[in-house]
């Protein structure tokens, strides 16, 4: 690769932390900048190379937020525990099932999104009145982390904010809460499946470790600004990377 090509990645990382920290779907700025810059890499390469640089972004973003927000840590460390169990095997999983199948489910289900956030402007953006028991907090954050912790394993784009979703549609969360927490559970997703991937030789650590860099340092200032501005901001910023990642995808299954 040459300067131009670093140059690329280096920005397509520190686009994909600030994005990824703020509501998540920096995959899709990120895999493709992969695939064009090296296109003779193997898919789990690629994948795997992307889950070095997600983990330590994420990481980082989980941790800034953890300095403004009260977090559940007895509800969210065994769920990110369960996330990356289940990234694993969606991982593990991947050359056993026709992704493609997956696209256009997932398409429907970010447009559903876009739909349901766009039609009550109050989801994520004031607390629930009543909040939710401890059991229900449990109860939901294992089963997203669980289900969506399987999906980074298989298909990976917009992981983060199919996380902050469930948040605050089930959960009745503040966006910029729902955001701080689906960093967590998005931590482990992303060390569950970049453990196996390593494992099995699927990580250029080199460029990998460079990319981290780049995503830590977009990942911390997304953080911040999600911080400083707020449920609104986040909530502007969702729609805007949702309708993204459709058009993206679009383009990718019939383009």
């Not at 999983?93 to 429907?108: H, K, Q, S, T, Y």
Request: aromatic share 6%; proline share 4%.
């Amino acid at each position: 690769m040459d300067f131009a090509d670093w140059a690329a990645l280096v920005s397509a990382a520190t686009a994909a932390g600030w994005v990824d920290a703020v509501v998540g779907g920096g995959g899709l700025i990120i895999l493709p900048t992969l695939l064009l810059v090296a296109p003779t890499l193997a898919p789990q390469t690629v994948l795997g190379t992307n889950k070095l640089a997600a983990f330590c972004g994420t990481s980082a973003a989980a941790a800034t937020f953890a300095r403004r927000v009260p977090m559940n840590w007895r509800v969210l460390v065994p769920g990110a525990l369960v996330a990356a169990i289940a990234s694993a095997a969606g991982s593990a999983a991947v050359g056993l099932i026709e992704r493609r199948f997956f696209i256009p489910i997932v398409m429907v289900v970010l447009a559903a999104v876009a739909l349901v956030v766009t039609l009550r402007p109050s989801i994520g953006v004031t607390l629930a009145t009543h909040p939710p028991t401890r059991r229900k907090t449990v109860l939901v954050v294992l089963l997203a982390a669980g289900l969506i912790g399987c999906y980074d394993g298989l298909i990976g784009p917009g992981t983060g904010t199919f996380l902050i979703i469930a948040f605050a549609t089930l959960l009745g969360t503040e966006f910029v809460r729902a955001a701080a927490m689906a960093k967590v559970i998005n931590c482990g997703s992303n060390l569950g499946s970049l453990v196996l991937l390593a494992a099995t030789g699927h990580v250029l650590w080199a460029l990998g470790l460079v990319m981290a860099i780049a995503n830590i340092a977009g990942a911390v200032v997304g953080s911040r600004m999600a911080l400083a501005r707020g449920a609104g901001f986040v909530r502007a910023v969702l729609l805007i990377v949702v309708a993204a990642m459709v058009i993206r995808l679009g383009w990718q299954q019939f383009g």
